[in-house]
């Protein structure tokens, strides 16, 4: 194909996906789903449920289509979804928002997070520090609006950055720091300490914060704890959620970013020009999720974590050694005997041949790491546990032939 100029490019360089001879390569994501569909393996690699959401969210759209809300909503969202945005930060987390200045509806979080990069980086020189490995967007969204990425790595056993290594990434260039929590791909929720230390590092420097919640109500032991909660942050913080993750909706794209209302205007600024507004009948079906009782969200994340549970014994048996995640849609579990049993030479080699092999499709993790520091996570692969019960069961049953 002849090259096309343009700032694609640069966003499948930000991805590790721009061959040698400047065409793009497709992500890991799509060449394992296609691999699952030829060989009707079922695939753990994406991260969507199979099963739906609560009903009444459901009904609540089928609804409003047939009352007729399907034209252009407000720009910012329809003025009933952002209350009901800002009446969750303070149901959950006592965080008081404006919802006609403070909070934005985005499409999907994945929106936010571009307009926000693309709204609040000025030039080549801004860093962005981000958890490495991280969702595979940041990259992407970081070289889209030209700024140069600076990860910070997270390690086994418990995935937490070690202080010296975060402390040295953030510097007077630092625009931003990213944050995901609870984290995707690893499953881990950041430690007070870790937290306290993003807030210190923002504050010496003058950097934003921006956190990716979108696995807020996913948290297995304890509460989620935004950033944004804290007094000292709320002033330079934008916190991204999404409605996909936590109502089994992610094909409906409804996320939104709140936080001071400079910061959301900017973002604002951008967004327009990306999607205008987002799906008119989603809004109130989401707005009525978002005041579903404490009880509904709590056996959300209780389900999620049996899932977990189930899907790691499976695992186990298989010859995984599997890291227990404390939230979010994901369990990392280490390959390397399983590797070295099956004469493969890393994770990324054994997700090639597990459709075929066991009927299961998974991701290696060095499909959210930069290309230099893939080695550090070479036997690692992501398993995704939001699926049904029965799936799981037939997953681990399959993943059981590789014992031998
Ligand atoms: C950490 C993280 N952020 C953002 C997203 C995207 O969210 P949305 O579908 O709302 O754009 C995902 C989806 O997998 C994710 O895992």
Avoid at 87 to 107: C, K, M, N, S, W
Avoid at 211 to 238: K, M, Q, S
């Amino acid at each position: 194909m002849r090259h096309i100029p343009g700032a694609w490019s640069r966003a499948a360089r930000g991805a590790g996906l721009l061959a040698p001879d400047g065409t793009a390569v497709a992500t890991i994501f799509a060449e394992m789903s296609a691999l699952a569909a030829s060989t009707g393996a079922i695939n753990l690699g994406q991260g969507f449920p199979d099963e739906d959401g609560p009903q009444v969210v459901l009904e609540a759209a089928r609804d409003a289509i047939a009352r007729g809300v399907n034209q252009y909503p407000p720009g910012r969202g329809t003025p009933d979804l952002r209350a009901a945005i800002a009446e969750h930060q303070q149901r959950f987390y006592g965080i008081r928002v404006d919802p006609d200045r403070e909070v934005l509806v985005t499409a999907g979080a994945t929106e936010a997070l571009s307009a926000t990069l693309l709204a609040l980086i000025d030039g080549p020189d801004d860093e962005v520090v981000v958890f490495e490995p991280y969702y595979d967007a940041y990259a992407a969204c970081v070289a889209l609006a030209g700024a140069r990425l600076v990860p910070v790595p997270l390690r086994r056993p418990d995935f937490q950055p070690d202080p010296d290594e975060l402390r040295r990434a953030v510097g007077p260039r630092t625009r931003l720091i990213l944050i995901n929590d609870p984290h995707n791909p690893t499953g881990a929720v950041f430690a007070t300490e870790v937290l306290d230390e993003v807030v210190r590092l923002a504050e010496r420097h003058d950097a934003v914060i921006v956190t990716d919640e979108v696995y807020e109500h996913l948290v297995f032991d304890g509460v989620h704890v935004p950033i944004a909660a804290r007094e000292d942050a709320w002033h330079r913080t934008l916190t991204i959620s999404s409605a996909g993750k936590t109502f089994a909706t992610t094909g409906w794209k409804v996320g939104w970013v709140s936080g001071p209302a400079e910061l959301v205007d900017a973002v604002l600024a951008v967004k327009q020009w990306l999607t205008y507004v987002n799906g008119a009948p989603f809004q109130p079906a989401i707005a009525v999720g978002l005041r579903l009782g404490d009880d509904v969200f709590r056996k959300m994340a209780a389900g999620m974590r049996g899932k977990h549970m189930l899907l790691g014994d499976g695992l186990r048996t298989a010859g995984f050694d599997v890291i227990p995640p404390r939230g979010g849609y994901f369990t990392v579990a280490d390959a390397a005997e399983l590797c070295a049993r099956l004469d493969v030479v890393d994770a990324d080699a054994l997700c090639r041949i597990l459709p075929e092999r066991a009927g299961v499709a998974a991701i290696p993790l060095t499909a959210f790491v930069t290309p230099e520091h893939r080695a550090e996570y070479a036997t690692l692969v992501r398993f995704a546990a939001c699926k049904r019960v029965d799936v799981i069961d037939e997953a681990s049953r399959r993943l059981a032939t590789l014992a031998g």
